[in-house]
């Protein structure tokens, strides 16, 4: 399997790489770490006439602090996120997902930005960002914008991105101490994508829910922030009536494909039991 | 399409060569630089049969373009012997436990073996079978791949191997 011809840009600076993508057009590309891009490339799936490599831009690697947030640069690999003590203390749910994504070859190279940004449903990282209320750095021909992680979604490799925007950073606010959280993935195999997964972030105080948030991967076109199902779980003590309220109105929200991974109406189902133990993980580790 | 002028260490040594931007990094490993240790297997980045040693990380070569390789230091197994010409640990613990039976996974396995090795000394059965998650081996060997590795491992510690009962 050999790709297409293209020509092959590696800019330096995002403003090059702006330029260049903005130049291109739809005959351009941003290619971050290649692990979703060069697979679909070998099967023609995608054959942009150019690639521009964001490799040897400095500016998109590396995991900061800034205020209450964490600025993770696009080009940081699941690798990088894993070994990082900051997020493993603050944002504990990235590590713990980036764990679950593909294998460890893959984790080297790919990158958080391109899973965020490539839209694909299956990818993990979207959900997490929902279930965290992230924002996206993005820098296009007019300059920087910032795009919440909750808008950015639109369809299956649809997103709010337009032509020219290099996704640069990911910006999370970092949840409260004490805060418990969970990513339960449901896969037939290492290196799968979820037949569906579930993220919790949640805070307890006297034993009953202050906060909660959830996403969900795989189950639609695009990640799910089940908002409703959240709601009816704050302020329980996530009693089996409520939660089993909840998980009704997160599995009301899928809509998910039939595919290999399984019919439509089990993948429901398997979202609702991915959310009821990531709810049953984050409360075993909050404390309050 | 013009072709990229790229430079990299491969095995310790320096190498210049003429790509397509196109030509994936176990083509050209292959092809280019006659290394046929590196296998194609799936090309799909499943298998982990391509998988070699790049700037201290393991990489499917399927996977990446010889270009994004440019200025890389790569090691494939052609590079794991000692400077001797005897066997790197692991290669000897591949033989001596009986970590291959067709072999078409082993270069990917002990290339792959070699960087976690590098990240954790000692690891435990679980971590050694996390760690090569990524890696594929049709015979199904793994029992006596992940025996291979501790090996290994013992091997480089300087310390005696003692295989677990069963």
New interface residues.
């Given amino acids: 399997?050999?790709?297409?011809?293209?020509?092959?840009h590696?800019p330096t600076s995002v403003q090059e790489a702006v330029g260049l993508l903005t130049k291109l057009g739809d005959d351009g590309r941003a290619?971050a770490g290649?692990?979703s891009l060069?697979?679909m490339?070998?099967l023609r799936l995608a054959t942009p006439a150019n690639?521009v490599?964001l490799?040897g831009i400095a500016d998109l690697k590396g995991i900061r602090a800034d205020g209450n947030d964490i600025v993770i640069g696009a080009m940081t690999t699941q690798?990088d996120v894993i070994g990082s003590d900051l997020l493993g203390t603050k944002i504990p749910i990235l590590r713990e997902t980036s764990l679950q994504v593909?294998?460890?070859?893959?984790r080297?190279?790919g990158t958080l930005g391109g899973n965020v940004a490539n839209g694909d449903p299956g990818n993990d990282m979207p959900a997490v960002m929902l279930c965290l209320n992230a924002t996206y750095h993005v820098t296009g021909k007019g300059g920087e914008r910032r795009i919440a992680a909750r808008e950015f979604y639109q369809g299956a490799y649809f997103t709010a991105l337009e032509a020219g925007d290099v996704l640069t950073a990911v910006r999370i606010p970092v949840p409260a101490a004490g805060h418990g959280s969970a990513y339960e993935k449901l896969k037939r195999k290492?290196?799968d994508y979820a037949t569906a997964a579930a993220a919790v972030v949640l805070t307890m105080s006297g034993g009953k829910v202050a906060s909660c948030s959830i996403g969900l991967t795989n189950v639609a076109e695009t990640p799910l922030w089940a908002e409703e199902a959240a709601k009816i779980l704050t302020g329980s003590t996530l009693d089996a009536a409520t939660v089993k309220k909840a998980v009704a109105a997160a599995e009301a929200i899928t809509a998910p494909a039939t595919d290999a991974r399984g019919p439509a109406h089990y993948r429901t189902k398997m979202a609702g039991v991915m959310l009821a133990r990531a709810l049953a993980r984050a409360k075993a580790k909050a404390r309050g | 399409?013009?072709k990229?002028h790229i430079k990299m260490t491969v095995n310790g040594k320096a190498v210049e060569e003429l790509v397509?931007?196109?030509t994936?990094l176990i083509?050209f490993l292959r092809e280019q630089l006659s290394l046929t240790g590196p296998h194609i297997g799936c090309?799909?980045?499943?298998c982990?049969a391509c998988?070699v040693d790049l700037d201290g990380?393991?990489?499917?070569s399927c996977?990446?373009?010889a270009?994004?390789a440019d200025g890389a230091d790569i090691r494939t197994i052609e590079g794991m012997a000692n400077a001797d010409g005897t066997l790197h640990a692991l290669q000897e613990g591949f033989r001596e436990m009986h970590g291959l039976q067709c072999g078409f996974c082993t270069p990917g396995m002990i290339l792959?073996a070699y960087r976690?090795l590098q990240e954790n000394k000692n690891p435990s059965e679980e971590e050694i079978r996390?760690?090569?998650?990524?890696n594929l081996c049709r015979c199904t060997g793994y029992q006596n791949i992940v025996k291979a590795i501790q090996y290994a491992a013992a091997k480089i510690a300087g310390v005696p191997f003692q295989e677990a009962a069963e």
């Fill in positions: 399997m050999i790709p297409g011809s293209f020509s092959y590696r290619l290649g692990h060069i697979p490339m070998k690639l490599d490799a690798h593909a294998d460890p070859q893959v080297y190279v290492i290196g | 399409m013009a990229s397509e931007p196109r994936l083509h090309e799909t980045s499943h982990g998988t990380k393991s990489v499917k996977t990446m373009f270009v994004q792959r976690l996390y760690g090569i998650s990524g």
